[in-house]
T-cell receptor
Framework: GQQLNQSPQSMFIQEGEDVSMNCTSS?????WLWYKQDPGEGPVLLIA?????ELTSNGRLTAQFGITRKDSFLNISASIPSDVGIYFC???????????FGQGTTLQVKP | DSGVTQTPKHLITATGQRVTLRCSPR?????VYWYQQSLDQGLQFLIQ???????AKGNILERFSAQQFPDLHSELNLSSLELGDSALYFC????????????????FGPGTRLTVT
C-alpha cells in the first residue's frame, strides 16, 4: 500500500535552534497536512498545503508542498521548549483520495 | 479546541470486557474517523463513517465495531478486550464536501485512554 516516509524519527535539539523534518513518498498527493501532538492529547492541525510548490507559514513554522507532489517539509525556526511533541505529516493521495499519516517525528528541546 | 469531543477521557477495564467510546464531530462535519495509537506508535486508522454509512476500513479487528448515528455522533465498540488493546483511541472529523470519495483535513478529538488490566 501507499506509505509516507517521515524523517527523522526523532530529534533532540537546543532551544533556539532551527528544525527541519520531511515526508516523502513514491506516490503523488493532492494535499499535505502537518499536525503536532502534545503528550496524551489529540493531534492538532498546524498547516495545510494544497498546491505543488506552495509555501505556507504559521508563526515560526513554515511548510512547503514539494514541486513533484511526492514530498513536503516542515521547518521550525528558533525552537522553544513548548515545541516539544510529535509532528505528523499526512497526505491525501491523488490516486485513492485517502488521507494517510507518516509515522511521526518526536522533537525534544533542551532549554 | 478542535470542536471534536470524545468521552470518556479515561477508561480502565478488565480483560474480556466490552466498552463503548463516544465521539461527537465538529458541527457540520459529515465524516468520522477512528484511530488507535499504542505507546510510542503512530496513528493506526481503524474505520471511517460518512453521513451514517461505513466509508472505509483500516486495520480494525473483528472484535471492534463502530457506527454513526443520524445526529452524526459515532461510537466505537471494543469487545473481548485484551491487554494489547490498551491504547489511546482518537476520533477525527472532516467535512468531506470536496471531490466525491476524497478525504479532507481531519480534526482530532482529545482521545480516550483505554487501559485493560
Amino acid at each position: 500500500g501507499q506509505q509516507l516516509n517521515q524523517s527523522p524519527q526523532s530529534m533532540f535539539i537546543q532551544e533556539g535552534e532551527d528544525v527541519s523534518m520531511n515526508c516523502t513518498s513514491s506516490s503523488i498527493f493532492n494535499t499535505w497536512l502537518w499536525y503536532k501532538q502534545d503528550p496524551g492529547e489529540g493531534p492538532v492541525l498546524l498547516i495545510a498545503l494544497y498546491k505543488a510548490g506552495e509555501l505556507t507559514s504559521n508563526g515560526r513554522l513554515t511548510a512547503q508542498f514539494g514541486i513533484t507532489r511526492k514530498d513536503s517539509f516542515l521547518n521550525i525556526s528558533a525552537s522553544i521548549p513548548s515545541d516539544v511533541g510529535i509532528y505528523f505529516c499526512a497526505g491525501i493521495s491523488s490516486n485513492t483520495g485517502k488521507l494517510i499519516f507518516g509515522q511521526g517525528t518526536t522533537l525534544q528541546v533542551k532549554p | 479546541d478542535s470542536g471534536v469531543t470524545q468521552t470518556p477521557k479515561h477508561l480502565i477495564t478488565a480483560t474480556g470486557q466490552r466498552v463503548t467510546l463516544r465521539c461527537s464531530p465538529r458541527s457540520g462535519d459529515l465524516s468520522v474517523y477512528w484511530y488507535q495509537q499504542s505507546l510510542d506508535q503512530g496513528l493506526q486508522f481503524l474505520i471511517q463513517y460518512y453521513n451514517g454509512e461505513e466509508r472505509a476500513k483500516g486495520n480494525i479487528l473483528e472484535r471492534f465495531s463502530a457506527q454513526q448515528f443520524p445526529d452524526l455522533h459515532s461510537e466505537l465498540n471494543l469487545s473481548s478486550l485484551e491487554l494489547g488493546d490498551s491504547a489511546l483511541y482518537f476520533c477525527a472529523s472532516s467535512p468531506n464536501v470536496g471531490l466525491a470519495g476524497f478525504d479532507d483535513e481531519q480534526y482530532f478529538g482529545p482521545g480516550t485512554r483505554l487501559t485493560v488490566t
